[in-house]
């Protein structure tokens, strides 16, 4: 199948659509039913109907862009990822899944290749858990991993439900229509820069993900006694953000000492109250962002930093209160797919190597519906979540060519 991936435009594609965000460029931000969000899935959608895809959005705002194969009782393989991006983000975090898919889908259409499996670009809502506190929003409620009661009880920072946010973003219907079947595809497979340092390191051009990561993340809150910075004396202050402190460090400490590297934890937010520079700290809250390959070791992590709080809370005399905003599982990629991504990268004369996904992906949740694998590309120095996030047109292109010869290989 003689595949030519038109890099050029691609590339200028992802610098187009790094343009419709609300941070300075090269910085990007795009929260999910923003009216950029809005604009980058229109501007998306334009493209895919140019591409000559049959597309539809479901009440959640995920995106299907499909090219109808030759059997309409064949289930569909699928390809895709995501489009939103935390504030002050990269340009190619998702968007390399979503518009390498894309032209993974045109170069197969250029080539003559006809699917009898349809082929369909998947695009997922909310990835990142910026304004909902969870990620994988729209792959969750699509694999069931994620009830609609549950989901409609999220509130964004300003009080606003998911359920009001979405309808006025203009996604109507129910919830309850989200959830496809197992067997809906035969297969998904999800394009996407490494977000780490190793196939840069060892000078491997693609990576092939076996294994996604367990995720959990926890809200702390941290109740202390108020007040005035210069009346109170030490031995009587019980400082919220004092314990707060403390207590982070124990989590650091407490992933530092899982006896495996894979374990990470973060608190990558800690808000205070009152926040005023002669005030003592009444209340701080933290949420906590723990990981690791292992799910035993994750949980064993998550259960030290209960007794950490336990121990602060009495030796500070604060109170301490954890709500567990979630806890999944890893998933494992399916051999199959795995298989089809090797033979791919064969085929293209690419060395690869086995890898696993310290992230999490929509491809964590659409494992609970279909078989999965990943493809990972290089990303300079592994930097992601940050404005010099960088990923060459060479090695994007050459990830899209073996993304390419996959779906054809699943798809005829
Ligand atoms: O946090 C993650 O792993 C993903 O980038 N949302
Ligand atoms: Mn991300
Ligand atoms: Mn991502």
Known sequence: MNLDVDRDRLIQEIEELAQISDAEAPAVTRIVFTPTDLKARAWLITRCEKAGLAVRQDPIGNIFARWTGSDSNAPAV????????IPNAGKFDGVVGVLGGLEAIRSLKRSGFRPRHSIELLVFTSEEPTRFGIGCLGSRLLSGSLSPDEAKKLVDKDGASLEEVRRKAGFEGELEEVKLPRGHYKAFVEMHIEQGPLLERQKVPLGIVRRIAAPASLRISVEGVGGHAGGVLMPDRRDALCAAAELILAIENAAKTSGAVDTVATVGICEVFP??????PSRVNLIVDLRDTDLR???AVMGKVKAAQEMIAAKRLVSIQETL???DAPAECTPEIIGALSQACAKHRQKSMPMVSRAYHDSLFMSRLAPVAM???PCRNGYSHRPDEYASPEDIARGVAVLAETLANLAE
């Open 375 to 377: 493809l990972f590309i």
């Open 275 to 280: 926040g005023a520079v002669n005030s003592i």
């Open 325 to 327: 905003l979630n806890a």
């Open 78 to 85: 699928g390809a895709g990822s995501h489009m939103d991006a």
């Open 297 to 299: 070791r994750r949980d």
